[in-house]
C-alpha cells in the first residue's frame, strides 16, 4: 500500500507519516524495559506494519540492551530486500552488562560511538544504518563539537546515510550544525508533553533539519483503551510506573484529555489514537511520527492516522479540550496546520 510521504529535512528519504517505533519489542529487564514482551509478536507487528506500507523502523542500542536491535534486524531479513524498510537507531546511552537495571551513561566520546556503531551494525544485521542519531546530550564532559564530528565521519565512511539527533535543545543543535548539517531531530512530542512546538519545530523548519516525534500517544495514554485499572496491572519492570504521568494526579488529567478526543474520533471513524498522532502531524515543520506497538492489533489502532487530517474545528476543540482538563504543557494547538 502506497502511504503519503514526506522528505526529512533538505537531503533526507522521504518517509511515511507514521513510522515503526521498536522501544517496547525490547521488552523488560533493564532500566527503561516495558515488561515481558513475545518476539515473535513484535516480528509479526513489523510486518505487518510494513505490508501496510510504513516504511520506516525506528529502534535504539539501549531498547532491551541490544535485544530490540535483534528483533528488528531478524525482522527485516525475513522480508524480501525490496521490501525491507529504512532502520534509524540511536547510540550515546552505555549500560554495563552485568548491572543491567541500573541507569545508563550518557556518552558521547567518539571512540564509544564507532564502537556503538559497529555493534548496532552487527545486531542489525546491516552494511549501512540510514539514520544515526545521538540518543541524549552527552553528560561526562565531551564536547558536542568532537562528538558531531565523529558522528559525519562515520558518514563519509560510508556506516550510515544520514545524521541526526534526539532530545537535543537548540543551543546544542546550534553547536552541531556549526560543524555539519544535522539532517534530523527527534523529540519527545504529543498532546501532552507539548514542549517541542514552542522552540524545536521553528528552528529546524529554518535549517531544513527534519522532524521524527516519538511518544505521540504518551506511551499508550492516549489510546482507546488505556486505564487506571491498566497501570495497576503493569510488570513491576515497566518503567511507566515510574512516570508522573502514570501516577496521580497527572493520570487523572491526562485520561480525561484521551477521552475529550472519543468525539473528535467518532466523527473521522477511527480510534483515539489515530487523533493524537494526526495532531502531532499537523505541526508544520514535523516529518514524521514514531508509533510503538507490541503487537498487529495495535497497529490497527494507529494506522489510520497515516491518511487522516484534523480540520480546523477538529484542532479548536482539542484546544479547548487541553485548557479544561489541564493536562500536560506547551503550545495547545499548531499557528498554521500543515496539510
Known amino acids: ?72 534486524g531478524q525482522a527485516v531479513a525475513a522480508l524480501p530486500t525490496p521490501e525491507r524498510p529504512l532502520v534509524f537507531t540511536k547510540c550515546g546511552m552505555v549500560w554495563a552488562p552485568e548491572q543491567p537495571t541500573a541507569f545508563p551513561r550518557r556518552l558521547l566520546a567518539p571512540d564509544s560511538i564507532r564502537r556503538e556503531c559497529e555493534a548496532s551494525l552487527a545486531r542489525l544485521g546491516v552494511e549501512v ?31 550510515v546515510r544520514w545524521c541526526g539527533v534526539s532530545n537535543f ?8 550544525e556549526r560543524v555539519g548539517h544535522v539532517d534530523s531531530l527527534q523529540p519527545r512530542f504529543s498532546l501532552i508533553d507539548r514542549g517541542a512546538a514552542a522552540e524545536l519545530l521553528p528552528w529546524c523548519k529554518v535549517h531544513g533539519t527534519g522532524v521524527i516525534a516519538y511518544s505521540p500517544m504518551q506511551s499508550g495514554l492516549l489510546t482507546d483503551s488505556f486505564s487506571a485499572e491498566r497501570v495497576a496491572a503493569m510488570d513491576a519492570d515497566d518503567w511507566r510506573l515510574e512516570s508522573s504521568d502514570f501516577t496521580s494526579p497527572r493520570l487523572e488529567r491526562n485520561l480525561a484529555l484521551r477521552d475529550a478526543l472519543r468525539p473528535v474520533a467518532a466523527r473521522h471513524g477511527v480510534p483515539v489514537a489515530a487523533v493524537a498522532v494526526a495532531w ?23 494506522f489510520p492516522a497515516t491518511r487522516l487530517t484534523l480540520t480546523a474545528a477538529d484542532l479548536e476543540e482539542i484546544a479547548a479540550a487541553v485548557g ?4 500536560g504543557s506547551g503550545p495547545s494547538r499548531p499557528a498554521e496546520p500543515q496539510s
Request: net charge negative; charged share 20%.
Open 169 to 176: 535543545d537548540v543551543a546544542l543543535l546550534e553547536r552541531c
Open 129 to 159: 544504518i540510514d539514520l544515526y542519531q545521538f540518543h541524549w546530550p552527552d553528560d561526562t564532559g565531551v564536547p558536542v563539537e568532537e562528538s558531531w564530528g565523529a558522528m559525519l565521519r562515520l558518514r563519509e565512511e560510508g556506516k
Open 1 to 72: 500500500m502506497e502511504l503519503p510521504r514526506r522528505q526529512l529535512g533538505r537531503g533526507g528519504p522521504a518517509i511515511t507519516h507514521v513510522g515503526f517505533g521498536a522501544w517496547a519489542i525490547g521488552g523488560g529487564g533493564y532500566a527503561f524495559g516495558w515488561g515481558s514482551q513475545d518476539d515473535n509478536a513484535s516480528i509479526s507487528a513489523i510486518h505487518h506494519a510494513i505490508e501496510l506500507g510504513v516504511n520506516w523502523i525506528d529502534t535504539a542500542a539501549i531498547y532491551g540492551l541490544g535485544r530490540s536491535e535483534e528483533v528488528v
Open 280 to 302: 502531532v502531524l499537523s505541526f508544520d515543520g514535523l516529518t514524521g511520527a514514531i508509533v510503538g506497538a507490541r503487537s498487529p492489533a495495535q497497529v490497527e489502532g494507529w
Open 324 to 327: 479544561r482538563t489541564g493536562a
